[in-house]
C-alpha cells in the first residue's frame, strides 16, 4: 500500500475532480471510506465540535489536532489532509506542525493566512496576516517536510476581509512560493468561482458549505470551472446531529427507537465494519 503522501499525489495526478468529505471522527471516516470516497479532509471544526463541543475560534492546539489525526490516519487506508489553521503560531509552529502531521500519518494539510487565533472560514470578524508573513509561513512548512510528497494546501480568507482583487493576488503569490494546492475560502458568487479557477494556476480546492458564504455547485461545474478537489466540510456533523435528535425523539416520545431501523446500519453492518465479525473476533 502506498503511503497517504504518495496516494494523494497519484489522486492528484489523475485527471477529474476529487470528490471529498470531511469526516469528524474515525468511525465516521471508516464509513465514508466504504463508500467509495477517495481522500478525507479532518477540519478543525469537526474535532473542535465532536471532541469537545466547542466551536471553531482557534480553540485546538497542535498536540490535539495531530492526536485526532493519528486516530483517523490509523482507521482507513485512504489519504487524510489535515487542518493545519494558521500553524499554531510563528514560523517555527509551523514547521513542527509540519512534522508533527507527518509522524501523524496525514497525507498533507492546509496552512491558511488568517491571525492567531484563527475563525471558521465563514464566519464573521476573520483577520488575515500580511502577505509577506504568509509567504514566509508557506515557504516554511514546504521546507520542513521530510517527505517531499506531503502536499501543503494553501488558504487564503482574504476575500471577506480585502476584497476578491487581494484573495486572487495572494493566491497567485502562494502558488509561486510553491504551495501544491491553493484554496481561496469563501468566494460569493458563481462569477467568482469561475474567475479563480480561470486565474490561478495551480490545483485548487472548493469548500461546499451548506449554508455558508459560496453557492453550491455541483461537482461537475466545479470540474468544468477547473477546480481540483471538492469538500463538503462540515455535513458529517450536519447529518449526525439530524439523526441524533430524531433517536432522541423517538425515545423521548415513543419510549422506543426500532421504528427507525430503516434510516440505521444494522449491528451487524457496525461489527462488519470494526471487523468485529472475522473469525475469532469478541463479541
Request: hydrophobic share 50%.
Amino acid at each position: 500500500m502506498p503511503r497517504g503522501p504518495e496516494q494523494l499525489r497519484r489522486l492528484l495526478a489523475q485527471p477529474g475532480l476529487i470528490r471529498s468529505l470531511a469526516p469528524h471522527d474515525a468511525w465516521t471516516a471508516k464509513v465514508m471510506e466504504q463508500a467509495g470516497l477517495p481522500l478525507l479532509f479532518l477540519g478543525g471544526f469537526g474535532v473542535s465540535a465532536s471532541a469537545f463541543g466547542l466551536p471553531d475560534l482557534g480553540l485546538l492546539g497542535l498536540s490535539e489536532m495531530a492526536e485526532a489525526a493519528r486516530r483517523m490516519t490509523a482507521a482507513v487506508n485512504v489519504p487524510v489532509i489535515v487542518d493545519g489553521d494558521t500553524g499554531y503560531g510563528a514560523i517555527p509552529n509551523v514547521m513542527r506542525t509540519v512534522r508533527e502531521f507527518e509522524r501523524a500519518g496525514a497525507a498533507g494539510m492546509l496552512l491558511e493566512d488568517q491571525v492567531f487565533p484563527k475563525r471558521c472560514g465563514h464566519f464573521a470578524g476573520k483577520q488575515v496576516i500580511p502577505v509577506q508573513g504568509m509567504s514566509d509561513k508557506l515557504q516554511a512548512a514546504l521546507d520542513a517536510r521530510q517527505d517531499q510528497d506531503f502536499v501543503v494546501i494553501a488558504r487564503t480568507d482574504a476575500r471577506a476581509v480585502e476584497g476578491l482583487e487581494s484573495a486572487i493576488d495572494r493566491a497567485h503569490l502562494y502558488a509561486e512560493v510553491g504551495a501544491d494546492v491553493i484554496f481561496v475560502e469563501a468566494p460569493q458568487s458563481r462569477e467568482e468561482l469561475a474567475r479563480i479557477g480561470r486565474e490561478i494556476s495551480r490545483p485548487q480546492l472548493a469548500n461546499m458549505l451548506v449554508g455558508g458564504a459560496t453557492p453550491i455547485l455541483s461537482a461537475a461545474e466545479l470540474q468544468a470551472l477547473g477546480f481540483k478537489i471538492v469538500v463538503s466540510p462540515v455535513e458529517s456533523l450536519a447529518v449526525t446531529a439530524w439523526a441524533v435528535q430524531h433517536l432522541a425523539e423517538a425515545m423521548l416520545h415513543e419510549g422506543r427507537v426500532d421504528a427507525l431501523a430503516d434510516r440505521m446500519w444494522t449491528f451487524s453492518q457496525m461489527k462488519d465494519l470494526l471487523g468485529a465479525t472475522a473469525p475469532g473476533a469478541p463479541g
